[in-house]
């Protein structure tokens, strides 16, 4: 088992910053791929960024050159970053960690961009 825990969401204004952490205990080592996912009222929850356990990353066309997805071995954690954040940024931010037989989830943090 794998437990993942979000933080770092709240209100931003349009055009701010956020940084969003998701810390990983358990079978970690089972993990070869981490993600963050999103999901607005109504709407299906959607991939924001990708990391393999090589350090490849990509990104959803809507977030590419302003958010940026990171890991850090050491500690467990996954970050994302958050720039030029917009209303249509807002939404709850899921952590998700996938092996070859695995498939964990956070229970989110919400990310609000409003002024």
């Known amino acids: 088992q794998v437990q993942l825990v979000e933080s770092g969401g709240g209100l931003v204004q349009p055009g701010g910053s956020l940084r969003l952490s998701c810390v990983a205990s358990g079978n970690i080592f089972r993990i070869n791929a981490w993600a963050w996912y999103r999901q607005a009222p109504g709407t299906e929850r959607e991939l924001v960024a990708h990391?393999?356990?090589?350090?490849?990353?990509m990104y959803a066309d809507s977030v590419k050159g302003r958010f940026t997805i990171s890991r850090d071995n050491a500690k467990n954690m996954m970050y994302l970053r958050m720039n030029s954040l917009n209303p249509e940024d807002t939404a709850t931010y899921y952590c998700r960690a996938m092996g070859t037989m695995e498939d964990y989830w956070g229970q989110g943090t919400q990310v609000t961009v409003s002024s």
């Open positions: 990391i393999r356990s090589g350090g490849s990353t």
